[in-house]
């Protein structure tokens, strides 16, 4: 049986795992999760490399100092996991209602009686 606490297991390792891709693929050379990111060789210019590239990929926005609390993907993933989680959904966009002009022909009449008597225009 497959419960919530393996899935969100699966979720954490998943993650782990595309960031030890990104920062492989920034850095060009193998990256294990739980070395440090600047012992491993990363600048400071590939560390912000990374972390746009987790903003982009996880629709997360992250402190840059989520690079150096644990100095590690290990620490970058589980951030990057409690972010998911925790976001709210982006609000639905509002459906357009369509809705005439003005209103009836009567409406219409009426707005430019009020317009033109405002204007000094009496006309009918």
């Known amino acids: 049986m497959y419960d ?3 899935e969100i297991q699966d979720e954490a390792e998943e993650i782990q795992d595309e960031l030890v891709r990104m920062a492989t693929d920034i850095l060009g050379t193998p990256v294990r999760p739980e070395s ?6 990363m600048t400071s210019v590939e560390l912000i490399t990374l972390l746009e590239r987790v903003s982009a990929r996880w629709q997360v926005e992250l ?3 989520v690079l150096f609390d644990r100095g590690d993907l290990v620490g970058v993933a589980e951030r990057v996991h409690a972010a998911t989680r925790s976001a ?7 459906v357009p209602v369509a809705r005439s002009a ?3 022909a ?3 009449r009426a707005m430019r009686h009020r317009i033109r008597a405002s204007l000094g225009d009496h006309r009918e």
Do not use: F, K, N, Q
Request: charged share 25%; aromatic share 0%; no cysteine.
């Open 88 to 94: 709210t959904p982006p609000p639905r966009a509002a």
């Open 102 to 104: 003005g209103g009836t």
């Open 106 to 108: 009567a409406d219409r």
């Open 4 to 6: 919530g606490a393996e």
């Open 63 to 65: 402190p840059v100092d």
């Open 36 to 41: 440090g990111l600047l012992e491993s060789g």
